[in-house]
């Protein structure tokens, strides 16, 4: 089930990785103890692609990120799979 999981978020990051990259983000970017899946150093944005959004707390990840001055976007493997219109106009918000 693990493996599944793990495909479908490379899966999901994949379909995003194109247009991403045309907003001059990097993938897979260590922060510290931290990796980040997507980041545009320059809007100090993070993307992450995980179930966790579902979660009530944020991480220490987060937490991280967000001390360090970055804002952070957290989008399921579902979003990403089942609407990626609607997580582009998301992320189309930071650069308007």
Do not use: C, H, T
């Not at 897979?28 to 990796?35: D, I, M, W």
């Not at 399921?76 to 089942?82: D, F, I, K, Q, R």
């Not at 609607?86 to 308007?96: A, E, M, T, Y």
């Amino acid at each position: 089930m693990v493996y599944v999981k793990n495909e479908r978020k490379e899966i999901a990051k994949d379909i995003l990785w194109p247009y991403l990259k045309e907003k001059n983000f990097k993938r897979n970017q260590n922060f510290g103890l931290y990796e980040a899946d997507f980041v545009n150093k320059r809007k100090k944005l993070i993307i992450e692609i995980d179930e966790r959004k579902y979660f009530k707390n944020i991480s220490g990840k987060d937490k991280w990120f967000y001390y360090n001055g970055y804002e952070v976007l957290i989008f399921s493997e579902e979003e990403v799979l089942n609407n990626l219109n609607g997580v582009l106009s998301l992320i189309n918000n930071f650069f308007n």
